[in-house]
């Protein structure tokens, strides 16, 4: 299984970002979104449903983030609004067996590199 995200870069607080996640048989995998910054621990972002498309968001960013899907393109989106400081991280995406489980690392089966998000003024 193979994932790439991107899409990221450097945001100014406040601003927005889209992230991308490009997984073949998309429509086959719950896809979560976990982030990492420096010295902190992974954080579980949200977490896609392959049964219905409807996703789960971390308090952190619930209201500011939303997860969109187009299975014709195999690709899974991460807008980010109203971006705070503390959202800087690397984000990846990634499998998981099970969106219930998504804030937790051990669940997540396969993810590739990530993509940096920085946010700065």
């Known amino acids: 299984v193979q994932l790439q995200a991107s899409g990221g870069g450097l945001v100014q607080p406040g601003g927005s970002l889209k992230l991308r996640c490009v997984l073949s048989r998309l429509e086959h995998y719950h896809i979560g979104w976990f982030r990492q910054a420096p010295g902190k621990e992974r954080e579980g972002v949200s977490c896609?449903?392959?049964?219905?498309?409807?996703?789960v968001y971390g308090d952190s960013v619930k209201g500011r983030f939303t997860v969109s899907r187009d299975t014709a393109k195999n690709t899974l989106y991460l807008q980010m609004n109203s971006v705070k400081p503390e959202d800087a991280a690397v984000y990846h995406c990634?499998?998981?067996?099970?969106?219930?489980?998504?804030?937790?690392?051990?669940?997540?089966?396969?993810w590739g590199l990530g993509t940096q998000v920085t946010v700065s003024s």
């Open positions: 896609t449903s392959s049964y219905d498309g409807n996703t």
């Open positions: 990634a499998t998981i067996r099970d969106c219930y489980d998504y804030p937790a690392m051990w669940a997540y089966d396969w």
